[in-house]
């Protein structure tokens, strides 16, 4: 039995060939949209690519760049196709492609699924790659004498500063390195040196944090040294009071940033998959329609068009069954009693009227 049959009259195949027409043009837009989100993910990505750690974190951006212009090219001749479609003559020029187009539009329909799936499981990958690289780039902050490393802390600055973080998971991770390069420490001081043997490593570790972790919002003067030790600042209690820097790590920051806009592409691309898949419903309804007036002979009465010629269940077993067979020359499958698709292609005269009438094989 048939999957959702409709029977269409020859003013409906018309006008679902127009409609059809239409729609891929809409749908080459919704290709450049996608192209065009891919191509925003990846710049932004790589606008910060200094504090990520190398890994998967392009295979989004990669896969909507790369759906979007596809989509672009099958739905430019999605549109040529359902164009000729409305005339039977112009049809038999494209009844053989009409199947393998299907198939592929199919395929393509499920890749802007997972492109759109893909957007809500890559935050763990991102949240990886996120603390690796910010923990190097935090690490080698004081090296602006390194060729290499030198722009890391001016990058390091402008991401506390931008999205108002402090530190890889807090403020707290500038106590544990040594982010004041060499260069800068008095080595005659006594202080400089008591600190540099009290560290196993010997590193200048301080309980302070650079400039841009400071707060301009707070009404007190920012307090960046000796954050723990609450006799250096009068009226001051790091434990109690609100700090006057600030305390989100940029980890954290980075990771809201970039998971709402990828919430915000996968909810687009969602949308689009749902208006391809709907596209490529219609199509399989003209393409069965036009087939089977050609099979009657008369190109101005009705027709049937389905998704399906039998039941999800037959038409599985059918494929696989192909599947299996292929290598097999001149083998054709008869199972279900299903005959081969391609068979009475050879003796269909389009586009003519007085075509002898011919039965349309009986769904079993």
Not at 131 to 147: E, N, S, V
Not at 210 to 222: A, E, I, K, M
Not at 283 to 312: H, P
């Amino acid at each position: 039995m048939a999957v959702l049959k409709v029977k269409f009259t020859k003013t409906k195949r018309d006008k679902l060939a127009q409609i059809l027409w239409i729609l891929n043009w809409v749908s080459v837009v919704s290709g450049i949209i996608l192209f065009s989100l891919g191509l925003f993910l990846k710049i932004e990505i790589k606008k910060r690519n200094e504090v990520m750690a190398k890994g998967d974190v392009n295979s989004v951006p990669n896969m909507l760049i790369s759906v979007g212009v596809i989509a672009c090219i099958i739905n430019f001749l999605g549109g040529k196709i359902c164009y000729d479609c409305s005339d039977a003559n112009k049809f038999c020029r494209w009844k053989l492609v009409m199947v393998p187009y299907i198939v592929c539009t199919f395929c393509f329909t499920f890749c802007i699924l997972v492109g759109a799936l893909m957007c809500y499981t890559m935050r763990n990958e991102l949240e990886e790659s996120l603390y690796l690289g910010l923990r190097d780039a935090i690490k080698f902050y004081k090296d602006t004498d390194i060729p290499g490393r030198c722009f890391l802390k001016k990058r390091v600055d402008m991401l506390q500063i931008e999205f108002q973080c402090c530190g890889n998971n807090g403020f707290r991770d500038w106590f544990e390195i040594q982010w004041v390069s060499a260069r800068y420490l008095n080595m005659a001081s006594k202080e400089v040196l008591d600190r540099l043997k009290s560290n196993v490593d010997g590193k200048f570790l301080v309980d302070g944090v650079p400039f841009s972790c400071c707060n301009p919002s707070s009404p007190r003067p920012c307090i960046q040294y000796q954050l723990t030790n609450n006799s250096a600042h009068y009226n001051y209690n790091f434990l109690t009071e609100e700090l006057n820097i600030w305390v989100k790590g940029c980890r954290e920051a980075l990771l809201d940033y970039y998971t709402a806009i990828m919430r915000s592409i996968g909810i687009a691309a969602l949308l689009i998959w749902l208006f391809e898949l709907s596209v490529l419903i219609g199509v399989r309804y003209l393409q069965t329609a036009m087939k089977n007036v050609l099979l009657l002979g008369d190109l101005e009465g009705e027709s049937d068009g389905w998704l399906l010629e039998n039941s999800f269940a037959e038409t599985a077993r059918y494929n696989i069954s192909i599947i299996k067979n292929l290598g097999k020359a001149n083998q054709i499958s008869t199972i279900s009693g299903m005959n081969d698709p391609n068979i009475d292609v050879q003796n269909t005269n389009c586009g003519k009227t007085n075509v002898t009438t011919k039965s349309i094989p009986a769904a079993s």
